[in-house]
């Protein structure tokens, strides 16, 4: 390695640390689970998470999604173009599907799925329930009201000046 890629592996365990500490800090004041996260744009820092969902009672409160919320603040953009995602642990199927709709540059994790579900954090059973038909996953999903329901379809289609994303 060159004196670049050594400072920027430093730089990506620098970065990696500070989602870790955050992970950290989260659990030590009651916040919610282990998991913490930081986005860096051109070197800094500019959204931060740490998981809040028993402290704020929301189940979407991941760390993940509380930095992605504050780095697209930070930019006025609903994508992360250019952003890098370090994150405490390899995300769940929820933030897995946030950050491809951020569309980060890339993703750094810690630890992995597994490492998770051995605290009591398996994400498993979603995946799971992604594979099996609708009449089969454990929270019925019936469709209703299509053809209503079309209609804003139908209007985001004719929309002229929508920002397509």
Same mark, same amino acid.
């Given at each position: 390695? &060159?004196?670049?890629?050594? %400072?920027?592996?430093? &730089?990506?365990?620098?970065?990696?640390?500070?989602?870790?500490?955050? $992970?950290?800090?989260?659990? *030590?004041?009651?916040?919610?689970?282990?998991?913490?996260?930081?986005?860096?744009?051109?070197?800094?820092?500019?959204?931060?998470? &740490?998981?809040?969902?028993?402290?704020? &009672?929301?189940?979407?409160?991941?760390?993940?999604?509380? @930095?992605?919320?504050?780095?697209?603040?930070? *930019?006025?953009?609903?994508?992360?173009?250019?952003?890098?995602?370090?994150?405490?642990?390899?995300?769940?199927?929820?933030?897995?599907?946030?950050?491809?709709? @951020?569309?980060?540059?890339?993703?750094?994790?810690?630890?992995?799925?597994?490492?998770?579900?051995?605290?009591?954090?398996?994400?498993?059973?979603?995946?799971?329930?992604? %594979?099996?038909? *609708? +009449?089969?996953? +454990?929270?019925?999903?019936?469709?209703?009201?299509?053809?209503? $329901?079309?209609? $804003?379809?139908? $209007?985001?289609?004719?929309?002229?000046?929508?920002? @397509?994303?």
């Amino acid at each position: 390695m &060159n004196d670049h890629e050594d %400072d920027t592996v430093s &730089n990506h365990s620098s970065f990696m640390e500070q989602a870790i500490e955050t $992970a950290i800090k989260g659990v *030590l004041s009651n916040d919610g689970g282990p998991f913490g996260c930081v986005i860096v744009k051109d070197g800094k820092i500019i959204g931060t998470g &740490n998981n809040k969902v028993t402290s704020t &009672n929301d189940p979407t409160a991941h760390a993940e999604i509380i @930095a992605i919320r504050e780095a697209c603040k930070h *930019l006025n953009s609903f994508q992360l173009d250019g952003c890098i995602l370090y994150t405490s642990c390899e995300p769940c199927p929820m933030c897995f599907g946030a950050i491809y709709w @951020a569309r980060p540059e890339k993703v750094f994790y810690a630890c992995d799925k597994t490492d998770a579900a051995k605290i009591g954090f398996d994400d498993d059973f979603i995946y799971k329930e992604l %594979d099996l038909k *609708l +009449s089969n996953r +454990s929270i019925p999903f019936e469709q209703i009201n299509k053809e209503n $329901a079309m209609k $804003a379809f139908n $209007a985001w289609e004719d929309k002229d000046d929508k920002i @397509a994303y």
